[in-house]
């Protein structure tokens, strides 16, 4: 696995972790939930420079879109990547 893959895969991780924490808390049934993650490379400089994450719950009742998009949005990985953090890279020999 790729790293670039392995954080798609992170990101959808964890909007399943919050989407299906939400629907245990409301009795809402996700038994075939599905979360495909997609991205686009970006030159100057290269880098991942649009990530896609959509979410299939089949049956979904329509009340309860809003709430769970809300919640997937609120996901710590996707919090982090919408407010980048100062990261600090280190050599040590």
Excluded at 10 to 26: Q, S, T
Excluded at 41 to 67: C, H, T, Y
Aim: aromatic letters at 6%; hydrophobic letters at 40%.
């Amino acid at each position: 696995m790729t790293p670039p893959e392995l954080f798609a895969g992170a990101l959808g991780a964890c909007i399943g972790v919050y989407i299906v924490d939400f629907c245990r808390r409301h009795d809402v049934p996700v038994g075939n939930l599905r979360i495909r993650v997609s991205w686009r490379v970006v030159k100057d400089p290269i880098r991942i420079g649009e990530m896609e994450a959509e979410i299939l719950i089949p049956n979904l009742d329509e009340k309860f879109r809003r709430p769970l998009l809300r919640v997937a949005e609120s996901c710590l990985i996707h919090r982090t990547v919408q407010n980048p953090p100062r990261i600090r890279i280190s050599l040590e020999t």
